[in-house]
């Protein structure tokens, strides 16, 4: 049995359950996502991938700045959802829009809950040193992602995952995972299991102020810190390659051999010495630039430091 759904969602994360949902002949109703913001160089307005996803299938966008007006909730009550379906939307249901749907409001998150619970989920659990999480669907409570849990997928951690690597490959398997939960939910079987009381750790948002590699930490850290900032934010050093002193973004690393002084170039194919071991820089980016691989960028270095900042 199809049902009828209000769809909260924001960036591409989201848009393989939006689609999956819509192939599986489910009504979207309406789409509730992030205004539009100004992006890239130019600054130009750009609208949210669940935004123009749901252009494309001609359903109705609502794009509001917040939940908490009156009128906005009423409006969102007169859809007459069965349920509402919410990924990565970004802005705080009220208990008034939690309840308006008829069974509520189902969430897909990004961890084995109750660990990593909050707004950074994969870059905290790479960053982490974690070598499985997975995505969950639960129903939606007042709290920070405390809610009962449906269903879950498990998923390992490769020793050189970066965060947008498994960000891709947990979008695809959400949204297989929340058509499963509505498809149970239809014929009236959607078992709800309270979340553990132990365990629970917090995904708190990556700070711009903690995106600097710091060299001093052992290479596991550095490596884990790296991927986990990959491709965006991005984790960064100062080096002098050229005539002044430049920040260039690490997209990609891996463990190496070697010792020396936190920050010390080791050889010259980019291996840095850390706070104990060393690793070795893969792909870079220079400002303004294209990510290129170690052996492009070092092509086009004029001068080689001694040592990162």
């Known amino acids: 049995m199809s049902l009828r759904i209000v769809f909260f969602g924001t960036p591409a994360f989201a848009v393989p359950t939006l689609t999956e ?9 309406a789409v509730y996502t992030q205004p539009p913001r100004a992006a890239g160089r130019g600054l130009s307005t750009r609208r949210s991938p669940v935004h123009e996803t749901a252009e494309m ?25 069965d349920v509402g379906v919410v990924v990565a939307y970004g802005l705080i249901l009220p208990p008034a ?6 069974h ?10 109750p660990r990593w619970r ?23 409570d007042e709290g920070l992602d405390t809610g009962p849990v449906a269903m879950a997928e498990r998923v390992a951690i490769g020793a050189d ?5 498994l960000t891709e490959t947990l979008a695809r398997l959400g949204g297989d995972l929340m058509v499963r939960a509505l498809a149970a939910l239809s014929r009236g079987g959607l078992d709800l299991v309270q ?29 884990g810190h790296i991927r986990g900032l990959s491709p965006e934010p991005g984790a960064w050093f100062e080096g002098t390659f050229g005539k002044k002193p430049e920040r260039i973004r690490v997209l990609r690393a891996e463990r190496a051999s070697g010792d020396g002084l936190p920050g010390t170039i080791l050889g010259d194919n980019l291996t840095i010495a850390c706070g104990s071991g060393a ?26 430091p001694e040592t990162l900042a």
């Open 21 to 29: 949902i819509i192939g599986q002949g489910h009504e979207v109703a």
């Open 161 to 165: 995952t970066t965060a947008g690597e």
């Open 279 to 304: 690793i070795r820089l893969t792909e870079l980016q220079r400002a303004g630039k294209q990510p290129v691989s170690s052996e492009a960028f070092l092509r086009g270095v004029r001068q080689m």
């Open 195 to 223: 979340q553990s009381a132990d365990g629970v750790t917090y995904a708190r948002k990556i700070d711009k102020a903690e995106t600097r590699i710091d060299w001093s930490k052992p290479a596991a850290e550095v490596h």
């Open 57 to 81: 299938f001609a359903i109705p966008v609502e794009t509001p700045r917040t939940l908490k007006d009156e009128a906005i909730q009423a409006g969102i009550a007169d859809i007459g959802a």
């Open 104 to 113: 509520g409001c189902l969430n897909l998150h990004a961890s084995l809950l």
């Open 118 to 140: 909050g707004a950074a989920p994969i870059a905290r659990a790479i960053m982490a040193g974690d070598t499985e999480t997975g995505v969950m669907v639960m129903q939606m």
């Open 97 to 102: 829009v939690l309840t308006a749907p008829t």
